[in-house]
């Protein structure tokens, strides 16, 4: 379950989640002839997005820390163009075997991987927890878009989507280093999008709700469960499934939406509306 309904129960959704989403469609040959990178392909946001991707035609260097879950993700799709990585995106090593199994060519980057951090509060937050969870989820994916900008501005085309998080939108969705982190990876999205925007290549950011997947989100902290806990349990929307967010993600990467760049799309089931 997602950072806005604690793995703990401390939180917790406000209604079941969908037995199946409209969003599990796809559309034939939409990145046909494509090459696409996705990072946190094992579980989850990134395992949907690579999948839908791969269905629509890209070839889907599929990016994971976790070598178990890119082996399963292959076995059960051994008919789409896979290629799996099996890296830690914050790794200068793990940057150049995903630039080297693109072999050249990268017309759509999904920064997908990301990690919660506990719901520790700015005067509880160790540094452990604040320096791994701004390398994960701002500074990997800076590294990503710059390993594969330049091929995009030389070909002219090119999009990137960073997830980001509810936790762009406000200060009451998490702990001080994923609320910092998603908010920096939507300033780094929009710095992508201006500089950028007159070579082709576009760059926007998905800020999911509650999602259904298996990220590690305890509350940690006695103070967020009193303070943040309660905001949540008032606006929480239903947890979407992984294929509605791969829906709004491979939308942004389409051509579809060649006008829209530098936009933040909520995918949240109207939660930033409250
Ligand atoms: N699930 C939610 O409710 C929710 C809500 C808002 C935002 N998000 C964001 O969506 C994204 C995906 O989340 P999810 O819920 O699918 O999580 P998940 O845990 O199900 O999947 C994330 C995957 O990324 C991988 N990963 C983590 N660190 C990595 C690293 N250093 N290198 C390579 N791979 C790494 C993990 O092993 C995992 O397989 C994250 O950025 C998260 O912050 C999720």
């Known amino acids: 379950m997602g950072e806005d309904a604690s793995a703990t129960g401390a939180v917790g959704p406000p ?21 696409a990178v996705v990072t946190g392909a094992g579980s989850g946001i990134g395992r949907a997005t690579a999948v839908r991707l791969a269905r629509e035609g890209a070839r889907v260097v599929a990016v994971e820390l976790l070598a178990d879950r890119l082996d399963a993700l292959v076995a059960e799709h051994g ?10 995106v914050t790794t ?7 630039v080297a199994a693109a072999a050249g060519r990268v017309d759509a980057l999904a920064n997908v991987a990301g990690i919660m951090d506990g719901f520790l509060p700015p005067a509880e ?6 320096d791994r969870v701004l390398a994960v989820n701002l500074t990997a994916p800076m590294r ?7 091929g ?28 910092a982190s998603k908010h920096g990876l939507v300033g780094l999205t929009k710095n ?17 709700g509650p999602v259904a997947t298996g990220i590690d989100a305890p509350m940690r902290s006695a103070q967020a ?27 942004l990467l389409s051509d579809d939406a060649a006008n829209v760049n530098g936009v933040v799309l909520a995918s949240d089931g109207g939660w930033s509306a409250v």
């Open 15 to 35: 209604e079941a989640q969908p037995a199946a989403s409209p969003a599990a469609g796809w559309t034939p040959g939409r990145f046909e002839g494509r090459t």
């Open 79 to 88: 008919d789409l163009d896979l290629v799996p990585v099996a890296a830690d």
């Open 92 to 98: 200068t090593e793990g940057v150049d075997a995903v």
């Open 125 to 130: 937050v160790d540094d452990a927890t604040w």
């Open 144 to 150: 990503l878009c710059r390993a594969v900008l330049p």
């Open 152 to 179: 995009m501005v030389g070909a002219g085309a090119g999009a990137v989507v960073n997830v980001a998080s509810e936790a762009a939108l406000r200060g009451s969705a998490a702990g001080a280093a994923y609320t």
């Open 192 to 208: 992508i999008a201006v500089m950028h925007r007159a070579q082709g290549v576009r760059a926007n950011a998905v800020a999911p």
């Open 225 to 251: 469960a009193g303070v943040v806990g309660p905001l949540l349990q008032a606006v929480l929307t239903a947890p979407a499934q992984a294929e509605d967010l791969a829906a709004s993600i491979c939308w």
